[in-house]
């Protein structure tokens, strides 16, 4: 697996920090949190590991840092596809999906370590991050309370809705394959009508 991407990762401007973020980031890919080492980031990133650990002194800071930044991305292009979508709730949903499956395909790789190694975070850390992949659940969570108030919603679980629709959206990391039967905009729309079928709304 390998995935660069400069709108995920740009460069900071701190000497390493970008190369050592990639290289994480395709570390965990192939190997999974537990199994990539600091040397192998510290290879990846053309570095020394000493060098490494002046910018992260834990493996789990790497893991923190990369989970921050996909979720920073994923917020801003739902925040910015909801905001251009207009006031009705079925036109909001819609476009955050889109959104969503967006980024998942440009970023399968970050997406699928978001998905599967927070396990491996604890304290502080994990806290953060939960607390920022919430903020995402929650822009779900208010565009289907007012769909709900509003009658355009039929659902009788408002309150599970949102949770289900960003897991939907998060899976596809799991098995999305470049050139496979549908196209990135064809898989979005297709997760907008499942979305919108499962809240009983307009499709």
Request: net charge neutral; glycine share 8%; hydrophobic share 45%.
């Amino acid at each position: 697996m390998n995935e660069r991407s400069p709108t995920l990762i740009p460069d900071t401007g701190r000497g390493n920090q970008a190369a050592i973020l990639n290289a994480a980031l395709e570390a965990f890919g192939e190997k999974g949190f537990y199994g990539a080492s600091m040397r192998d980031v510290a290879r990846g990133a053309g570095t020394s590991l000493s060098n490494l650990y002046n910018y992260f002194p834990a493996k789990a800071d790497l893991l923190a840092a990369l989970l921050r930044m996909a979720n920073d991305e994923l917020l801003s292009r739902i925040q910015a596809a909801v905001d251009g979508a207009g006031r009705r709730a079925s036109d909001r949903l819609r476009a955050a999906v889109v959104a969503h499956v967006g980024f998942v395909v440009d970023h399968q790789v970050a997406s699928l370590v978001a998905l599967s190694e927070i396990r491996y975070l604890t304290g502080v850390a994990r806290k953060r991050v939960v607390a920022a992949r919430d903020s995402t659940q929650g822009l779900y969570e208010e565009i289907v309370a007012a769909g709900s108030a509003s009658g355009e919603f039929a659902t009788p679980y408002p309150d599970d809705a949102a949770r289900n629709i960003v897991s939907m959206c998060a899976a596809i990391a799991t098995w999305y394959h470049p050139g496979g039967r549908l196209t990135p905009e064809q898989l979005a729309g297709q997760h907008a009508h499942y979305a919108l079928a499962l809240l009983q709304g307009p499709l």
